[in-house]
């Protein structure tokens, strides 16, 4: 197959695989990116369209674009935009490339999709150097498609596939926004919720709000309201009344990094729902594609991502919420150990403990 058929025979599929989700948060237009802007939702369903690298950086690393997936195919389509863009000349072309590497790189350093898809991205460029300029555009663009649809495809089996641990009248937990808006389309966690509720089970949902910047009660909430599905939002702090008082099921949420050892990186709080879990012997699963999966970085040399301070001195930057001058941590993310994980739904199937022999069977 040409390297033209094949791109218009990706470009068909993606059509394709686009209808079976209702929000497509990331779409390519013609060498532009076209991305809803998540930070004005709920208020404003606002679409953003640049084929300016930094400007697509600028949106990873304000939030406009966030959560692990989506993070990764925005990377994918951002390289092959700015091959797509650049002149046919395989120097430029390169120069253009390898900064655009290095400007995404420094966007967010714990998600881990990110990396994965500069990788993949880097590799199809230089193993493509030998064809002519256009077709290298082709080829990335082709690849980066393909990775959005492979995005999709996963959350979709991974819906199927999470949803058999999720009974009839079961109540979820869920933490942060782990839909359709963190991913190329239907979600991880929420994607497993929404596949339950699709396939007839009467299930109910309950969402912490994740403070500093309430992914849960802006996104998660938005994205429960317009599936119909019934849900409550709680703050954060309510957590172990939930639990003491039995309203809780299971607890599925997502990943921005999975290790090796089975350690799950995700979003602040995330542990502390884990531990409480524990102790109320409450399942807790994580669900993530296996290109969130790091199987070389150890715990201790993760990097947790430090956010402004001004994030949690304020609710959204728009009311200070402390004294003038207060100084605070944010930390964007924590790790839960394998010893709290119940499973880890993947595309692939489910993995049970013991994680380390587990994950490095599910990439033999
Ligand atoms: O800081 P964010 O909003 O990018 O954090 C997102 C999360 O922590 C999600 O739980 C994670 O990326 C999984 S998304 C499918």
Same mark, same amino acid.
């Given at each position: 197959? &040409?390297?033209?058929?094949?791109?218009?025979?990706v470009?068909?599929e993606?059509?394709?695989?686009? *209808?079976?989700?209702?929000i497509?948060?990331?779409?390519?237009?013609?060498?532009?990116?076209?991305?809803?802007?998540?930070?004005?939702?709920?208020?404003?369903?606002?679409?953003?369209?640049? &084929?300016d690298?930094?400007?697509?950086?600028?949106?990873?690393?304000?939030?406009?674009?966030?959560?692990?997936?989506?993070?990764?195919?925005?990377t994918?389509?951002?390289?092959?935009?700015?091959?797509?863009?650049?002149?046919?000349?395989?120097?430029?072309?390169? #120069?253009?490339?390898?900064?655009?590497v290095?400007?995404?790189?420094?966007?967010?350093?714990?998600?881990?999709?990110?990396?994965?898809?500069?990788?993949?991205?880097?590799k199809?460029?230089?193993?493509?150097?030998?064809? &002519?300029?256009?077709?290298?555009?082709e080829?990335l663009?082709?690849?980066?498609l393909?990775?959005?649809?492979?995005?999709?495809?996963?959350n979709?089996?991974?819906?199927?596939?999470?949803?058999?641990?999720?009974?009839?009248?079961?109540?979820?937990?869920?933490?942060?926004?782990?839909?359709?808006?963190?991913?190329?389309?239907?979600?991880?966690?929420?994607?497993?919720?929404?596949?339950?509720?699709?396939?007839g089970?009467k299930?109910?949902?309950?969402a @912490?709000?994740?403070?500093?910047l309430?992914?849960?009660a802006r996104?998660?909430?938005?994205?429960? #309201?317009?599936?119909?599905?019934?849900f409550?939002l709680? @703050?954060?702090?309510?957590?172990?009344?939930?639990?003491? *008082?039995?309203?809780?099921?299971?607890?599925?949420?997502?990943?921005?990094?999975?290790?090796?050892?089975?350690?799950?990186?995700?979003?602040?709080?995330?542990?502390?729902?884990?531990?409480?879990?524990?102790y109320?012997?409450i399942?807790?699963?994580?669900?993530?594609?296996?290109?969130?999966?790091?199987?070389?970085?150890?715990?201790e040399d993760?990097?947790?991502?430090?956010?402004?301070?001004?994030?949690?001195?304020?609710?959204?930057? #728009?009311?200070?919420i402390?004294?003038?001058?207060?100084?605070?941590?944010?930390?964007?993310?924590?790790?839960?150990?394998p010893?709290?994980?119940?499973?880890?739904?993947?595309? #692939?199937?489910?993995?049970?403990?013991?994680?380390?022999?587990?994950?490095?069977?599910?990439?033999?």
């Open positions: 197959m &040409s390297i033209l058929s094949e791109l218009d025979s470009k068909k993606l059509q394709e695989v686009l *209808k079976e989700v209702s497509v948060p990331i779409e390519w237009k013609d060498g532009k990116l076209r991305w809803i802007d998540v930070t004005s939702l709920p208020w404003e369903e606002r679409y953003v369209e640049s &084929s690298i930094y400007r697509v950086a600028e949106a990873i690393k304000r939030l406009e674009i966030r959560g692990a997936p989506a993070i990764g195919v925005t994918a389509l951002a390289v092959a935009m700015v091959a797509y863009n650049s002149p046919n000349n395989k120097d430029e072309m390169m #120069k253009n490339i390898e900064k655009a290095e400007i995404l790189s420094h966007t967010r350093p714990t998600a881990y999709n990110l990396f994965w898809a500069l990788n993949i991205m880097k199809t460029f230089y193993e493509s150097i030998d064809l &002519s300029p256009q077709e290298i555009k080829k663009l082709s690849k980066a393909k990775i959005q649809i492979e995005d999709i495809k996963n979709l089996k991974m819906g199927e596939i999470g949803e058999k641990l999720i009974q009839d009248g079961d109540t979820i937990l869920t933490h942060c926004n782990t839909g359709s808006l963190a991913t190329a389309g239907h979600g991880t966690a929420l994607g497993v919720i929404k596949t339950a509720w699709k396939n089970k299930i109910k949902v309950i @912490t709000e994740t403070r500093p309430l992914q849960g996104l998660t909430a938005w994205e429960l #309201k317009k599936e119909g599905i019934p409550k709680i @703050t954060d702090n309510m957590v172990g009344i939930v639990m003491m *008082k039995e309203m809780v099921h299971k607890v599925f949420v997502g990943a921005d990094r999975i290790l090796r050892t089975g350690h799950v990186i995700n979003k602040i709080g995330t542990y502390g729902i884990a531990v409480l879990a524990s109320h012997k399942p807790f699963y994580a669900v993530a594609p296996t290109s969130t999966f790091d199987l070389t970085t150890s715990p993760v990097i947790i991502e430090n956010r402004d301070e001004s994030e949690v001195t304020t609710v959204l930057n #728009k009311l200070r402390a004294p003038e001058g207060t100084s605070a941590y944010n930390f964007a993310f924590d790790m839960t150990p010893e709290l994980v119940s499973g880890i739904v993947t595309e #692939k199937g489910i993995v049970e403990k013991d994680y380390e022999s587990n994950i490095k069977k599910l990439f033999e």
